[in-house]
């Protein structure tokens, strides 16, 4: 069995997402998803990636993963790093259809039968583009009315947010609303008056439930150190259960100052690439958690490096989502196999708004928990009426 195809299809109305199709000369299909430059991702794969495998067999997979690792930045999570990671997804997927087992039994099998959400809470449109300040949080979108507009509830409405979130069995809600009062890239200084404003939904949330719900802050590596400490301390009376990213992980040493400031867990980061990123994060104690995205950052077979990883050095992990319902489904299965996982990130208002309208199957939802797709491979396909749609973006390189 040979690669013979390798497709990619993009989608004007969710310009950030870029689907992979490994096709093989027996007929089977493997699919692959990334987020953020589709464009980039698009050209990368055709370019580069598919004059190295096609010809290839897709089931060696390390090998094709080194094949496809020249001239990628090592720490990266750029264009080059998401389109491997794209690849990846796609061979894996291609595994378990020839072995007929699920990704997470190819992986090792089930560590536990479901996982535990909590919520990332954005609203239906929330990262849909890019803003044009060239940050993913900036990007709101206008949004849709409804019940999963979470990013304006909890902005405006953090209190009833968490009651509805317990009622449907989240153990946890993610909020960033000091992002509104960032200046720039990375922010040196925050008033008083803002700091304070801030806090309010932290408040409004533990009046409302007391402290029977998780609270993750999302800093989206948008503070230096000083700042982002004064930050920390003005929200931990609140008893938050991490900071994620509160400032660029590249700066290993800084994030270590950061973490050994506060008695709250440390979360990094989305931001950095490969299992080597993640090394220097737990060698120098800078980070409790490990959140790190399977699309990102090499693919399926990086993730299981990653998990080991931090497996050796007593730290969790707990896999990103807020991007393309592929992702979700990936993430599901690397929770439900690593040891060190506890808890699944879910935008609620992405699952329950567009994530069908892409996928032919995603992770069931039930009291709070996900629980994994169990046909082979993935366990799902791209919806055949997404090829047809007019605003679909498809480029094909064969054999």
Known sequence: MVIREIRTLRLEEHANICYAQVITDEGIIGLGETFFGAGSVEAWIHDNAAPILLGKDPLQIEKNWHSLSAFVGG?????????????????????????????????????????????????????????????P??????????????????????????QDLLEQGYRGMKIWPFDVFCKSAMTHYI????????????????????????????????????????????????????????????????????????????????????VYSYRDICAAKAAEIITFDPTWTGGITEAKKIIGLAEAHDVAVSTHDCVGPLSFVIDTHLSTYAPNAFIQEATRAFYHGWYEDLLTEVPVIRDGHVYPLEKPGLGTELRPDVFRREDAILRSTKL
């Open 137 to 162: 949080s900036d990007y709101v979108g206008a949004g849709r009315e409804g019940r999963y507009e979470d990013y304006d509830a909890f902005m405006n409405r953090a209190g009833e947010l968490a």
């Open 75 to 135: 720490k990266s999570t750029g264009s080059e790093s998401r389109a491997r990671s794209a690849i990846d997804v796609a061979l894996w997927d291609i595994l378990g259809k020839v072995s007929g087992q699920p990704l997470y039994q190819l992986l090792g099998g089930k560590t536990r039968d479901f996982v535990p959400l909590y919520n990332t809470c954005a609203g239906n449109d929330y990262t849909k583009k890019i803003s044009k300040t060239g940050h």
């Open 191 to 274: 008033s008083p008056e803002d700091l304070k404003k801030g806090c309010e939904p932290f408040e409004k949330i533990r009046k409302a439930v007391g402290d029977k719900i998780e609270i993750m802050v999302e800093m989206h590596c948008r503070w230096d150190v000083r700042t982002a400490k004064q930050i920390a301390k003005a929200l931990e009376p609140y008893n938050p259960f991490w900071f994620e990213d509160p400032i660029p992980a590249f700066n290993i040493e800084s994030l270590r100052e950061f973490a050994g400031s506060t008695h709250v867990a440390t979360a990094a980061s989305e931001t950095v690439g490969s």
